[in-house]
């Protein structure tokens, strides 16, 4: 998986500056990203601190690893 060229801490100060009044082409402008990946961003973790940005990556990856976990023993079933 490709990995951001954005820190956590950087996404989340940019989707304060928008809450604090920064409109979104400016905002992309500034920082050289599209308005889409502003949106995506906001969508997926507006209204969150670091603590819980940090726990939902910690849960996105532990999804990762037991989908992989099942994915292999389902092999080892038809096999």
């Known amino acids: 998986m490709r990995k951001s060229r954005y820190t956590d801490s ?3 100060a940019i989707l ?3 809450e604090n ?3 979104v082409p400016e905002l992309c402008r500034e920082h050289g990203m599209s308005s889409a990946q502003f949106y ?3 969508a997926k973790f507006g209204g969150m601190d ?3 940005m940090k726990r939902l990556k910690e ?3 532990e999804n ?3 989908k992989k976990m099942y994915a292999e023993e389902r092999l ?3 096999i």
Do not use: C, F, T
């Open 40 to 42: 995506k961003w906001r």
């Open 10 to 12: 950087q996404i989340l």
């Open 76 to 78: 080892k079933a038809e």
């Open 50 to 52: 670091a603590s819980m």
């Open 16 to 18: 304060k500056q928008n």
């Open 21 to 23: 009044g920064i409109p």
């Open 64 to 66: 990762k690893r037991l």
């Open 59 to 61: 849960l996105e990856d």
